[in-house]
């Protein structure tokens, strides 16, 4: 994917580097395909249940990953990133599975995405679509807390029936069955690990 894109946009690349000097692009990245670990996923089986897997490691950072469901994309995944500092886990896209309590175990962040469809007017194909790809704003909560996270923090946020989101509410929605801190996130936002 990284190479098709590079290839579409190489006119664009080519003219930018040789008017201003700019570095090449293809210099400033290092693509690593994930492997899928072998546990019996595939296109109609995204997200079995499975322990998480390394992504990498160095010095600094231990990422490892698992597979979510995300609707008919296959593979997605969340990921894990532990440090000297603490840990975040991110949700990536996703419907809800077991395998983001088993990634996040005591997290001292978990970064979920979230969607509200109540009240929203959309035709059943849409709404079917969404369900099996997101995670309602109101069952964040408890996945929070299986996965005994420290904090949530709510991002790719979407409201499909109210804009802007009314904050108060969906921290409202978010905290039940969830019995910490809970946080929308917002551009530039800096959280402090415990």
């Given amino acids: ?33 994930i492997p899928v670990p072998d546990v019996g996923s595939s296109y109609t089986n995204t997200a079995p249940a499975m322990q998480p897997f390394p992504v990498m490691q160095d010095d600094r950072v231990t990422v490892s990953g698992i597979l979510v469901p ?20 991110f949700s990536g896209d996703t419907t809800y599975t077991d395998n983001i309590p ?5 997290t001292d962040l978990l970064i979920h995405e979230a969607i509200n469809v109540q009240g929203a007017q959309l035709p059943p194909a849409i709404l079917s679509h969404l369900l099996t790809s997101h995670v309602e704003v109101q069952k964040v909560g408890p996945i929070a807390q299986k996965a005994r996270a420290q904090q949530l923090v709510l991002s790719h946020i979407a409201d499909l029936a109210h804009h802007p989101i009314d904050s108060a509410q969906w921290t409202k929605w978010a905290g039940q069955g969830y019995d910490r801190k809970v946080s929308i996130g917002q551009d530039l936002q800096r959280i402090t690990l415990a």
């Fill in 70 to 89: 995300h609707g008919p994309v296959y593979p997605a995944f969340a990921f894990r990133f532990d440090t000297a500092y603490g840990s975040v886990t």
């Fill in 102 to 106: 088993t990634l996040a175990r005591d």
């Fill in 1 to 33: 994917m990284t190479e098709s894109c590079h290839a579409a946009y190489a006119y664009s690349s080519n003219v930018f580097i040789r008017d201003t000097g700019i570095r090449d692009i293809r210099t400033l990245m290092q693509v690593n395909e």
